[in-house]
């Protein structure tokens, strides 16, 4: 079985650095895609309250023969639950539709900076209480920039671990990962294949031949070269087990940097500054 990286993350935990997301799959998909991800040796399964499909990603782990410690679990705040007594009472949610007892991870969804009175301080001050009761082992945020990372530092006691962004070839996120590497917390990359926008780059695509891999499989160790903790989703087993597939070959210096310099700035997601979490 492929042996994945592990990342220590700030406060000690570490984390795998490639695992599974569940964004966008059909709950009634998730226990056989997570099933099928289990099997093949992802030990890191990324789900959120908004996703809808929480109780479906415990019921695969619960169905598997591995202990709850073997598996790496995040989950994420819901952008109706920023208030801290919303935000307790969908925390215990959470961990009732995983049927856990505690997460590995557990994030801020988005910052919503226009919504709430920009208060997304008291948000992350309960999620420190989660942390200091040992019911969340590592607090962490997503879709954060650097200025609303710099009010949690100034106001807040406990530090991200972990800073979940958009990153890809096309959005290379540099400032975000430059500010998040200056005070070690992690970056997690979501659609990191730029929702399959940068796989038929002709430089990806030349990389790919010569290295005798597919494009999605460059662009995922370009991740893992970066430093990045990734997680792409499939529903179909031969694509999760493919997505695996990165652990046998490393991308020398000069492809790592052509496929930086592919960036564009060009989100497939929202604005972070700009979104109220309302779809």
């Known amino acids: 079985m492929t042996a994945i990286p592990d990342i220590m993350l700030s406060n000690g935990q570490n984390i795998p650095q490639f695992g599974f997301g569940v964004f966008l799959v059909k709950p009634e998909e998730t226990v056989a895609a997570v099933s099928s991800a289990l099997q093949v040796g992802y030990r890191h399964i990324d789900t959120a309250e908004m996703y809808g499909n929480e109780n479906e990603v415990g019921e695969a782990i619960g169905r598997s023969d591995l202990d709850r410690g ?19 009472r969908a925390f215990d949610e959470s961990l009732k539709a995983l049927g856990f007892d505690y997460l590995d991870l557990f994030l ?37 920039q650097p200025r609303h990372l710099r009010r ?44 399959g926008n ?62 930086t310099l592919l960036n564009r700035d060009e989100r497939t997601g929202p604005d972070p500054d700009k979104f109220d979490g309302r779809r």
Not at 71 to 88: G, I, Q
Not at 173 to 181: H, K, L, T, Y
Request: aromatic content about 10%; hydrophobic content about 40%; proline content about 7%.
């Open 108 to 144: 801020i969804h988005w910052p919503l900076p226009t919504r709430y009175d920009g208060d997304y301080v008291s948000t992350w001050k309960t999620l420190e209480e989660f942390y200091r009761e040992g019911r969340a082992r590592s607090i962490g945020v997503s879709n954060f």
């Open 152 to 195: 949690l530092h100034a106001e807040c006691d406990i530090p991200p671990a972990v800073n979940q962004i958009e990153v890809n070839p096309y959005l290379t996120q540099d400032e975000v990962r430059g500010f998040c590497a200056e005070h070690q917390i992690a970056i997690e990359a979501w659609s990191p294949l730029g929702r």
């Open 70 to 88: 073997d598996v790496f679990v995040t989950s994420k705040l819901a952008n109706d639950a920023h208030e801290p007594d919303d935000a307790r």
């Open 198 to 259: 940068v796989l038929a780059d002709p430089m990806v695509e030349s990389i790919a031949r010569r290295v005798g891999k597919t494009p999605a499989q460059v662009v995922l160790r370009w991740h893992i070269e970066r430093g990045d903790i990734v997680f792409p989703k499939s529903v179909n087993p031969e694509r999760i087990k493919e997505n695996m597939g990165i652990f046998d070959f490393e991308l020398p210096g000069e492809d790592v940097e052509a496929i």
